[in-house]
């Protein structure tokens, strides 16, 4: 007799447990595939984030104005927005000592719907690359320097009014830096004061006057010209130069007799111009600026004027009156090695934030770079 073993349902079971593995099997390729896409896709928005930002600081270092960054505060900081195709970038910007900034960049990808939002965030270190002007003292000049009355011209370091959350620390200079130091004479009142009093450098030349380390006096003039602040057409004499605002508030930088403003706090406060007048000049009566003032012949300050920064001069300076007031440095090459007469109560003060500020916050003279070893870091990771 044979024997029969039930197998009834072996086939369906095995069946079913085949589709299982198989359903199993192209479940765990599609969510694999799905995976490697959703990956792909993502390192690709953070590849575009980093570029993102990486742009931003890019165009912030390509674009560095003095002008409107140049009044961030020592330790200080502010922060610049734009728009690109594919997102936002956004840098904000440190000042760590007046020449070094860091910048903390971030780029954030708004399209793609729900693939956006990726972002990514650097920080670059970088250094101002300026004018290289260092007068080496408050008046430096050739030939007779005669202070007198109550005329003061001194090289101890002053932080202007205003501006001590701006400047660094103070480095006194010598008085008066001459050619022949027998030609410098006091009168009356009349005060030299520094560390020295004066000095004497027998390698002041032409060049002295005219060549400024990458840049010389050809191409400070045309600088001063492109930014339209060439005051040649003002005449002779200027009495009327003053802080101008705009009918919304803001600094009109067009208007040839605004030459900026020494409180910081007024709108014009950042405004540092380089300034070109091709001839003889006299500035008198009451008023102010600030920055680099070139003059190509003589200059005679008279009356209270008042001036934050550089002022280089071809020919002879000399000052007459009272309250006339330079505070940073003045170059007078004085060619002919005429008398330069110091009279009334003017002052020559010397002040290195006068003449760094005047130099840095100029937007044709200083540009940002990153440094050249290890100025560059992918801050995403230390932000997760």
């Avoid at 599609?30 to 690709?44: D, P």
């Avoid at 480095?171 to 050619?179: H, K, L, P, R, Y």
Wanted: glycine letters at 14%.
């Amino acid at each position: 007799m044979k024997t029969y073993t039930d197998r009834r349902g072996f086939a369906m079971p095995a069946a079913i447990g085949a589709l299982v593995i198989m359903a199993a099997l192209v479940s765990a390729g599609f969510y694999m595939a799905r995976q490697e896409l959703r990956i792909g896709v993502a390192s690709n928005f953070a590849n575009m984030a980093l570029n993102v930002a990486q742009g931003g600081s890019n165009e912030v270092m390509a674009n560095w104005n003095g002008y409107q960054l140049g009044n961030i505060p020592m330790w200080g900081d502010t922060t610049i927005v734009d728009t690109t195709d594919v997102g936002i970038w956004t840098v904000n910007i440190t000042n760590t000592n007046n020449v070094i900034y860091y910048l903390d960049a971030t780029g954030e990808i708004t399209q793609g719907e729900a693939w956006g939002g990726a972002t990514r965030n650097i920080g670059i270190v970088t250094r101002l690359i300026y004018a290289d002007i260092h007068p080496p003292g408050a008046l430096t000049t050739r030939g007779a320097v005669n202070v007198k009355g109550t005329a003061e011209i001194i090289g101890t370091d002053e932080v202007p009014a205003g501006w001590s959350s701006y400047c660094g620390p103070t480095d006194d200079m010598a008085g008066v830096v001459t050619d022949d130091i027998s030609l410098v004479t006091t009168t009356g009142s009349g005060t030299i004061d520094g560390d020295p009093p004066a000095e004497e450098d027998a390698t002041i030349v032409d060049e002295t006057f005219t060549e400024f380390g990458d840049l010389d006096w050809a191409e400070l003039t045309a600088l001063a010209q492109l930014e339209g602040k060439d005051i040649t057409g003002l005449g002779n004499t200027i009495s009327s130069a003053n802080p101008v605002l705009d009918g919304s508030g803001l600094c009109d930088e067009a208007v040839l007799t605004n030459w900026g403003d020494i409180d910081p706090t007024q709108p014009c406060g950042s405004y540092f111009p380089l300034m070109y007048h091709g001839g003889d000049i006299r500035i008198q009566s009451g008023g102010m600026g600030q920055g680099i003032l070139l003059v190509e012949g003589d200059l005679d300050l008279r009356g209270g004027f008042v001036f934050h920064g550089i002022i280089i001069v071809q020919g002879t300076f000399q000052t007459q009156g009272g309250g006339e007031r330079v505070v940073g440095a003045v170059m007078a090459g004085n060619d002919l090695t005429l008398d330069q007469d110091f009279t009334g109560g003017s002052t020559i003060q010397y002040s290195s934030c006068g003449v760094q500020r005047a130099i840095l916050n100029n937007a044709s003279l200083s540009r940002a770079r990153p440094l050249a070893n290890r100025s560059w870091i992918d801050l995403s990771a230390l932000l997760n």
